[in-house]
Structure formats: structure tokens, C-alpha cells
């Protein structure tokens, strides 16, 4: 069974900067797209940022400019550079993989901006 494990969560300040990792274990398979969304309380899941496998990236317009994603087929992995957050950027992060078939999630982590 595919697993999504994640981390780099925390407590920042405002403008305060944080990375999330995200490794894809138990697959000899690089997933298509990898991407990060996210889920603050009493609001939907949305896509934060995503990458193919060939490299094309988007963003969520409110983080363009401040958040980076990268990914690295060989060891399967993605990662999410967050810089100058914001207090509304409080939510947990979850890590998704996309195969031809199927969809994998991470358990999230917890992002919170705040003073």
C-alpha cells in the first residue's frame, strides 16, 4: 500500500518562513501529479500548489509569489517552501499523489501562523 508521510509543520510567526516535506514510500512508481492542499476549520479542502512529473507547476492565487513547490522523481518526494506567512495560511497541509488510477493523501500537518 502506497503511504504518504509528511513533515515540517509548526508554529511560525507572521512573515515567518516554513518548509513541508513529503515522501511517497512503497511505490516503484513516480505519481503523475504531487501536490499540497490544505483545510482550515469550518472551510473546504483546497489545492494550495501542485507538480507534474514533467514540472509544470500552480499555485493558488493566494500564495503566489510567497510559496514554492518542488518535487524529485527519483526519490519521489515534494516539498513546499512557505515564506512570508500569513495568518490566514493557518490550516493543516495535506500532501496528495496522483497515479493513473488512483489517489493518494498524507495525514496532514499542522500549519499556524500567529503572533
Known amino acids: 500500500q502506497v503511504q504518504l508521510v509528511e513533515s515540517g509543520g509548526g508554529l511560525v510567526e507572521p512573515g515567518g518562513s516554513l518548509r513541508l516535506a513529503c515522501a511517497v514510500s512503497r511505490s516503484i512508481f513516480s505519481p503523475g501529479v504531487m501536490g499540497w492542499y490544505r483545510q482550515a476549520p469550518g472551510k473546504q479542502r483546497e489545492l494550495v500548489a501542485a507538480?507534474?512529473?514533467?514540472?509544470?507547476?500552480n499555485y493558488l492565487d493566494s500564495v503566489k509569489g510567497r510559496f514554492t513547490i518542488s518535487r524529485d522523481n527519483a526519490n519521489n518526494t515534494c516539498d513546499l517552501q512557505m515564506n512570508s506567512l500569513k495568518p490566514e495560511d493557518t490550516a493543516v497541509y495535506y500532501c496528495?499523489?496522483?497515479?493513473?488510477?488512483?489517489?493518494?493523501w498524507g495525514r496532514g500537518t499542522q500549519v499556524t501562523v500567529s503572533s
Open positions: 496528495n499523489a496522483k497515479f493513473a488510477a488512483t489517489s493518494y
Open positions: 507538480a507534474t512529473h514533467g514540472g509544470n507547476t
